[in-house]
């Protein structure tokens, strides 16, 4: 069978990942030389712990199964299984960490409530003032920026791989084919559209009531850390943001200890993970009425900075990059991805959210199983 992919950001690849895997041809265009857009922008993070109970759990461990699958034939994605902690700060944290470490699912989270010294312990590197940690073992992470790559490089051994960069695809051709911005037509067995936070044109065309919105959000990366992050870091705040930490103890959290104004009003979180190179990628915030600005604004970096150097202990490195990126996520908080037919052989799969660099290689393994790859 020959498979058209069209995107070559995390989940195209790993939907052409699978293909290849399987035995079949695959053509992969992306409208840019390599993916520029979210998945190269994210912290890289495989993040189990604080999905919801259901699909979307389900999801995240077999990705992380199968990443770290993936990690061991294909050493340049930087599969590390770090696990992570969110640190706890105060009792009302501690209290949602206390409580769902003993819920009825934690054991298939590997939830473990930490002290002060089993924390320090777990990642020396925290010097600062906290209580303790939810302990996330099955958490780990891969290099973003390099990831795509390494596995197109691996695809291509195959001799059954074609990558083809710098192609916009325009039109779909009757059946299972496309047209790209040079005039080619590409022609397979199945096409699937994986086109990340492009909404317009060409997939407006196709699913004009498309279920899915665009988030916009800033990150940063600093110079190496004198030290090595262990683990990958959550503040307090990520219990507002991940539907696994919804409860009564979170609902108090909430009433007793609002967040930050500038986390508040910019929907911020604290995620902190060290790259193989030294350098830590904090991040992050996030922005969901369009337009979007087209700057990046200060005061969240100076937030995250301090934030971030007081569960260090020491000051945050110095900032060597910022950015901006933009992903797609699907209206439905019950389904983790958008799957379509849009026609015959044609299936579009977008809007995996912020899950899309944790759940990208399950996401690829169903879109194939469901169409008898």
């Not at 994605?77 to 770090?82: E, I, K, Q």
């Not at 830590?280 to 900075?305: I, K, R």
Request: glycine share 12%; aromatic share 6%.
């Amino acid at each position: 069978m020959r498979v058209i992919v069209v995107g070559a950001g995390a989940l195209g690849t790993m939907h052409a990942w699978h293909a290849v895997r399987r035995g079949h041809q695959v053509v992969h265009l992306e409208r840019e030389q390599q993916a520029r857009g979210a998945s190269v922008r994210n912290f890289g993070l495989v993040w189990v712990g604080g999905r919801a109970e259901g699909p979307d759990l389900d999801t995240a461990l077999r990705a992380r199964q199968l990443w770290e699958e993936i990690g061991a034939e294909v050493p340049g994605v930087g599969f590390r299984a770090s696990g992570s902690l969110t640190v706890l700060r105060t009792e009302a944290e501690r209290a949602v960490a206390a409580e769902v470490a003993a819920r009825h699912d934690a054991g298939r989270r590997g939830w473990e409530l930490l002290d002060e010294a089993e924390t320090r312990k777990a990642n020396p590197a925290l010097g600062g003032d906290f209580l303790g940690a939810l302990w996330s073992p099955y958490d780990g992470q891969v290099e973003p920026r390099v990831t795509q790559r390494a596995l197109q490089d691996r695809l291509r051994e195959s001799g059954r791989y074609t990558f083809l960069g710098g192609r916009e695809v325009r039109e779909v051709v009757g059946e299972r084919s496309v047209r790209d911005d040079r005039g080619e037509l590409h022609s397979g067995d199945a096409v699937v559209l994986c086109t990340g936070a492009w909404l317009g044109g060409l997939v407006r065309e196709l699913a004009p009531e498309l279920p899915v919105r665009r988030v916009r959000l800033q990150m940063m990366q600093t110079d190496p850390l004198d030290g090595q992050l262990t683990t990958s870091v959550a503040d307090g705040d990520s219990f507002r943001y991940y539907p696994a930490y919804a409860g009564g103890a979170l609902d108090a959290l909430n009433a007793a200890q609002p967040q930050h104004p500038t986390a508040a009003e910019h929907r911020m979180q604290l995620l902190m993970v060290q790259r193989a190179d030294g350098t830590l990628t904090v991040g992050d915030t996030h922005e969901y009425d369009q337009p979007f600005g087209f700057d990046v604004v200060e005061d969240p970096y100076t937030y995250l900075a301090e934030l971030a150097g007081s569960l260090l202990g020491r000051p945050l490195p110095r900032i060597r990059r910022r950015w901006a990126g933009v992903y797609a996520q699907c209206l439905d908080p019950a389904l983790v991805v958008h799957r379509e037919r849009v026609r015959e052989g044609v299936w579009l799969v977008t809007g995996p959210g912020g899950r899309g660099m944790t759940g990208s290689p399950a996401i690829g393994e169903a879109t194939a199983n469901e169409m008898g790859l």
